[in-house]
């Protein structure tokens, strides 16, 4: 009897915290739907931008970080950062607002998400987690480097696996770097983007590509002969 009232309240916590982010998450679409719809008009943006009081601004980042926290293109909020805020501070901006969706979602997939794969898998997890341990910040930073990838699958893994957060922040801050930058720029009209675009995707592919290679060695150096 008791393990069905167990049952029952989880069944119902889970419920009730899915509804609160679906809520949170269509407010979210609310707030920010304008600024998508109009997401390639930088003249529309700019004057929708300049109408916007700090209240009415802070809320619109708010959520941002929230559909940033549930998957949505980074590209898209650095892009509306650069037009808001130019270049540079938008890039900054944009850095912090997704690093900020970053760490939200590695503590939502660190608390409810973890407490339910230690149910399904038990140890099966803890060989796995030791493995990312020993090397967290190396292949994190390969993962957010790498010009393909789910945001939203790194950082749920990363929870539920229960990477080293401190690593895992400052790798994905540094991962995110070069993209939200670029694309602050295309928002800004900087006449610079053209020129620093394929360079700097080729170069996180070289170094994401370097840090597997080199990975690749150290592990088998680590195998007993």
Not at 61 to 86: E, W
Not at 90 to 114: F, H, K, M, Q
Request: charged share 10%; aromatic share 8%; glycine share 8%.
């Amino acid at each position: 009897m008791k393990t069905n009232v167990r049952r029952l309240k989880s069944v119902i916590q889970f419920l009730i915290g899915a509804a609160s982010i679906a809520l949170i998450c269509y407010l979210s679409l609310e707030v920010t739907g304008e600024v998508w719809k109009h997401g390639d008009d930088t003249d529309w943006l700019n004057a929708y931008i300049s109408n916007l009081n700090w209240q009415s601004l802070s809320v619109i980042l708010s959520g941002c970080v929230v559909l940033l926290t549930m998957g949505f293109p980074r590209q898209a909020v650095s892009f509306f950062c650069g037009v808001g805020f130019g270049a540079w501070q938008g890039g900054l901006i944009a850095l912090l607002l997704t690093v900020l969706s970053a760490c939200i979602a590695y503590a939502l997939a660190n608390g409810p998400l973890r407490s339910l794969a230690v149910r399904l898998l038990g140890s099966k997890l803890k060989p796995v987690e030791n493995k990312l341990a020993k090397r967290s910040f190396r292949n994190v930073l390969i993962v957010r480097l790498f010009p393909v990838g789910s945001n939203l699958i790194t950082n749920a893994v990363a929870g539920v696996l229960s990477v080293p957060f401190v690593p895992f922040i400052l790798a994905s801050a540094i991962g995110f770097a070069p993209q939200t930058f670029l694309f602050t720029l295309l928002g800004s009209g900087s006449r610079f983007v053209s020129s620093l675009e394929q360079p700097l995707q080729i170069g996180g592919l070289i170094i994401s590509l370097l840090l597997l290679l080199s990975l690749s060695g150290i592990s088998r150096r680590s195998e007993p002969s």
